[in-house]
């Protein structure tokens, strides 16, 4: 069984984004970008099924500028088999995303598509759910438990009122959620190895997909800042002021 | 004229409050008419419910054994196939919602706007992005269906003195057979539910321990607050995931929110930035929180816990 898993090439999570003066924008010159966390976990959570036998092979997906082909070799270094680059140097939104990746689906048949739940960016958590339903396959989202059986997966969802439990039949995608696995680290013998593995590059005009990129983002501003407010020296002092608001 | 169907969200007989949440963002869209879809085994309860809010025209009610359980892919078609006429398709920014919306979107071959904070228009809303550090206006085209998710913490939830009519939809569409529900494991207990609690008492990794978490439960208790955890003490072990207050947890906005030992990561903030009152209790002057909290009271919470509750008991 194939496993394919999307890595998005976005703002590292340790940047704190600032909106451009002038609102066309968030400043992203120059910041370091790496792969989507969420992404990361999707293919910590591949690398596993594939070393534990439920999979053969494990094919990493960006679709993006050709510099996201630096998120694929991260890939391809943590231990992915090959990588294929969707190349646009156009920002895409989640419907363009899920028409491009059905496109490599047809085309490599995976019994699974492993998906971050959400992109830090654009935090639209729409990928994965658009893909299925176009694909016309089970979606098991936000996965913090994932466990193979031959043609099903059951997999542990983490909702708001607990822990979902899902049994779906592969084809399928699968969402990841943060608590699924802890993603290793890339050695510098696994970046050397990992220089021969194939990397495929594909025009994104080429595959024929329509274009979903329908919304319009017409401007950006920061968020409101709360006003600082007060400290106090001590517990009866803290409980006045919460009298005084009314609280408690 | 916009004509909006909002996919109520229900468990148990019982409808989410989110869903008035959802009519509150409806309404703020000029001269809009909402209807409210149910989609259930049994809608009888949940539909008289959502007729009960302010500004609701029909509830509409599609009944099926199917669906039992809200799976996306049970509720998609169905939700596809009652969309026709309507100008928008709201639901609510809930994991059930984030589940489904973007499959009816896609089924419908058009986008979705996640997480509106805020109606600029028909067609033109805000919603965050970069976990909240931006806030991006977004516009989307009047000549297809809005698919949208609603941020149910930038919104109040709608009254409850409507009388709406109840009307059957007719059948379910075919609801696939590749996905099987098996069962929730659910950490909730009789405390108030986090996402509509007035008051939410938190704890943070500097809990230690789930043991030592019980202090914050016993707070909760008394002050009659909802029990929430910053991801440090869920991914720690010291609470479950449904506690999750933050970005990829919970976002919430309780009248007044106390924070004990959670040092503020900008994920935690985007949670709870919505909440009335936010008390920081940190031993860490220095820690992020105390920028966004309302009070602050830089001690060790294992002192203060135990003095607050003593204060608030006797």
């Not at chain 2, 008035?20 to 008289?48: E, F, H, N, W, Y």
Request: charged share 20%.
């Amino acid at each position: 069984m194939k496993i394919l898993v999307g890595l998005k090439r976005v703002v590292d999570y340790t940047v704190r984004v600032q909106v451009k003066p002038d609102g066309s924008g968030v400043a992203t010159d120059g910041v370091k970008m790496s792969i989507n966390p969420f992404d990361e976990i999707a293919l910590e959570e591949a690398l596993r099924l594939r070393e534990a036998g439920k999979a053969e092979e494990v094919i990493v997906v960006s679709i993006g500028p050709q510099q996201a082909m630096q998120q694929l070799d991260s890939g391809l270094a943590m231990g992915a088999n090959r990588g294929i680059l969707v190349k646009t140097d156009q920002p895409i939104q989640p419907l363009t995303a899920a028409r491009v990746l059905l496109k490599l689906v047809e085309k490599e048949q995976p019994g699974l598509v492993l998906l971050g739940k959400q992109a830090i960016d654009d935090d639209c958590n729409q990928t994965p759910q658009m893909l299925a339903a176009l694909w016309g396959r089970p979606q098991a989202t936000f996965a913090s438990k994932i466990a193979l059986d031959g043609e099903v997966a059951t997999v542990t969802r983490e909702v708001d009122a607990g822990l979902e439990t899902l049994s779906v039949d592969l084809p399928a995608v699968v969402s990841t959620d943060l608590r699924l696995n802890t993603p290793r680290f890339i050695k510098l013998p696994d970046i050397m190895k990992a220089k021969s593995k194939p990397r495929e590059v594909l025009e994104l005009a080429s595959l024929g997909v329509e274009s979903g990129d329908h919304l319009r983002y017409t401007g950006y501003e920061p968020p409101a800042k709360r006003s600082k407010g007060v400290m106090v020296a001590d517990v009866p002092a803290l409980i006045e002021a919460l009298k005084a608001k009314g609280l408690l | 004229m916009s004509k909006i169907l909002i996919i109520a969200e229900h468990a148990a007989g019982k409808l989410n409050p989110s869903t008035a949440k959802c009519v509150s963002c409806a309404r703020a869209i000029d001269g809009a008419s909402i209807d409210i879809l149910v989609l259930a085994d049994d809608p009888t309860a949940v539909a008289q419910a959502a007729a009960a809010i302010d500004g609701v025209s029909r509830v509409l009610t599609v009944a099926d054994a199917g669906f039992a359980q809200p799976t996306a892919a049970a509720f998609a078609p169905t939700v596809v196939a009652q969309a026709a006429g309507y100008s928008h398709v709201f639901g609510p920014s809930t994991t059930f919602g984030k589940d489904l919306m973007p499959r009816v979107a896609a089924l419908l071959g058009v986008s979705q706007v996640s997480d509106i904070m805020a109606v600029d228009g028909a067609h033109r809303y805000k919603r965050p992005i970069y976990a909240g550090n931006a806030i991006a206006s977004v516009e989307a085209p009047s000549d297809q269906t809005v698919v949208a998710t609603v941020r149910t913490a930038s919104f109040q939830a709608a009254g409850n003195g409507g009388s709406a009519a109840i009307e059957s939809a007719g059948g379910a569409a075919e609801i696939p057979g590749h996905t099987r529900f098996v069962g929730l494991e659910s950490g909730s207990s009789d405390r108030p539910d986090l996402q509509t609690a007035a008051r939410v008492v938190s704890g943070g990794r500097a809990l230690g321990s789930a043991e030592n978490f019980q202090i914050i439960y016993d707070l909760a208790d008394t002050m009659k607050a909802g029990v929430g955890a910053s991801r440090a003490a869920v991914d720690a072990g010291y609470a479950p995931n449904d506690m999750q207050v933050g970005q990829t947890g919970k976002i919430i906005a309780p009248d007044l929110y106390m924070a004990f030992g959670i040092s503020g990561a900008i994920q935690h903030l985007t949670g709870i930035k919505d909440a009335g009152t936010i008390v920081a209790i940190n031993k860490d002057p220095e820690a992020p929180i105390f920028e966004v909290a309302d009070i602050g009271l830089v001690a060790d919470l294992f002192n203060v816990v135990p003095e607050l509750q003593a204060a608030l008991k006797g």
